[in-house]
């Protein structure tokens, strides 16, 4: 007999829903933790889609430590010298189930903790996961610390940077143009002041992800989330094309920062924490293998994440993960069968859901956006001409609007625009 | 070539709260002599690392440090299969520890 029915590695979102909803099933659950709390060894940008917590906690707006709702969604091409930014706000971005809030991990992972604690799960913390207990090619539990604890099924959702999915299903170590190194600092200011640079209701907020110059050019991008009284600063960047910059990556947050663009919206601020963390932006064709006899794979340590440019996921699929993850194991315990068939009910779940409908979905972008660097350096350059040639009134005889759109779209050669438009659309 | 740099990691990094163990390094690099690419790949770790641990001091030899990491596992996907000698995560209670993450 085994020491638990479910063995769960790592208490952020979707590990410490899995425990919840086992915990609520009735199941015994243990979630190990490497983080002396939840939620101390993890980092968002960031930003939740209500749509699948609204599942797990109906009333999560009022309970849980949200920050702020996202009421408008900002977009900018950096050049070095100019920003163009799209401020977009609707009334459906504050729909209830459609809406989406600013997080920090530290904090809102402890109340993901306390509500699967509460519903009866064990949490133990500060021990890392160092192996998995095989049998054959059966997971039966972990090694963590001087004790080996078994279970029947064991849930993996340790991270992106999973040393254990290798083992358990085969997982291969991402490749360099897969992942994305993310940089951030937590930047205090008065919740009135945050108000009153992004144009935001109280409690509401804005979210603000900058292409081309924030990465020097390199594919990445900036990113700006406000919460209650911080703003979350920063840059994510694809370590393959990282690599080949002449400027380390806490540089470029530093250039970034001080950006004409950035610096008075931050101006004041205090920087109050300094984290780095690793997102997988390979999509689709990165999801390992996501059940093995006795163990499921969720979350970011399954690649779950969806970067579309204009719209940064993983989260909600975190979220989405470790509720169907529990509900297979609650099945698959109750017909008293852990193997490797009962359990791809779960990969059934994912697939007859959005997760992995949109992650195939989207599954060309990745390489769209790996392959057209001309949005990191070109574009950005190009919208500066046109506004330039728009709003700058010189005294000299001005060319007519067509000429003064069209010179810095023929810089760049007007069917390469048209065809990194096309490749676009068609990836999305 | 690597652009002068003008910001102090190290000020930021003192930001977070560590718990860092001393006797074990949860990160070893190879030596360079076992390595043909070493300084090449090097150089990787010092543009892709956010807590600037792999520099070069004004002579241009490497140096490295664990104590500030953030345990992002950058590196590991760089290099574990060139100048790391191994990659792990702190032991138990150990490294970084974010209040806001």
Known sequence: ????????????????????????????????????????????????????????????????????????????????????????????????GQDSYSVLSAVYDQWLAEQAEEA??????????????????????????????????????????SLLTAKAVGAKKPK?????????ELIELPSGVIEDRFLCNPGEGAAWLFAGDATHGHIGGGFMYTNKDSISLGLVATISDLTGATRPIYQMMEDFKKHPAVAPLVRGGKV????????SEGGYAMVPKLVANGCMVTGDAAMLCMNLGYCVRGMDFAVASGQ??????????DAGSVDEASLHRYVDLLENSFVLRELKQYRRFPHFMESTTRIFK?????????MNSMFVVDGKPADPLKKKIMNPVKEVGVTTVLKDAMGGMKAL | MIDPIDV??????????????????????????????????????????PAALYRRDEEGRPS?????????????????????DYWRYPGPTMGVEYRWG
Request: charged share 25%; hydrophobic share 40%; aromatic share 8%.
């Open chain 2, 64 to 84: 490295f440090d664990y104590a500030g990491c953030l345990e992002c596992g950058t590196c590991r996907i760089i290099c574990s299969d060139t100048i790391l």
């Open chain 1, 378 to 386: 070109e574009y950005p350059a190009m919208v500066k001409e046109i």
């Open chain 1, 1 to 96: 007999m085994a020491d638990f029915d479910v063995i769960v590695v790592g208490a952020g979102y979707a590990g410490t829903v899995a425990a919840y909803e086992l915990a609520k099933a009735g199941k015994s659950v243990l979630v190990v933790e490497r983080g002396n709390y939840a939620g101390a060894k993890n980092m968002t940008g960031g930003r939740i889609y209500s749509h699948s917590l609204k599942k797990v906690f109906p009333n999560f707006e009022q309970d849980s430590p949200v920050e702020r709702r996202i009421t408008h969604e900002r977009i900018s091409l950096m050049d070095p010298e100019a920003n163009f930014t799209i401020d977009f706000t609707s009334k459906a971005l504050k729909q209830e």
């Open chain 1, 272 to 279: 109050v924490e300094y984290s780095g963390h690793m997102v």
């Open chain 2, 8 to 49: 102090n990691v190290d000020e930021k990094l003192s930001l977070n709260r560590y718990e860092v163990d001393e006797e074990n390094a949860h990160i070893r690099l190879k030596n360079e002599a076992e390595c043909p690419n070493f300084q090449e790949e090097f150089d990787k770790l010092i543009i892709a690392c």
């Open chain 1, 324 to 333: 169907m993850a529990a509900q297979a194991a609650v099945e698959a315990l």
């Open chain 1, 120 to 161: 009866g799960a064990e949490i133990i913390y500060g021990i890392p996961v160092e192996d998995l207990i095989m049998e054959g090619d059966s997971v039966k539990g972990v090694i963590a610390g001087e004790d080996s604890l078994t279970a029947d099924i064991t849930i993996l959702a340790d991270g992106v940077n």
């Open chain 1, 176 to 184: 360099p143009s897969e992942i994305a190194v993310g940089v951030k």
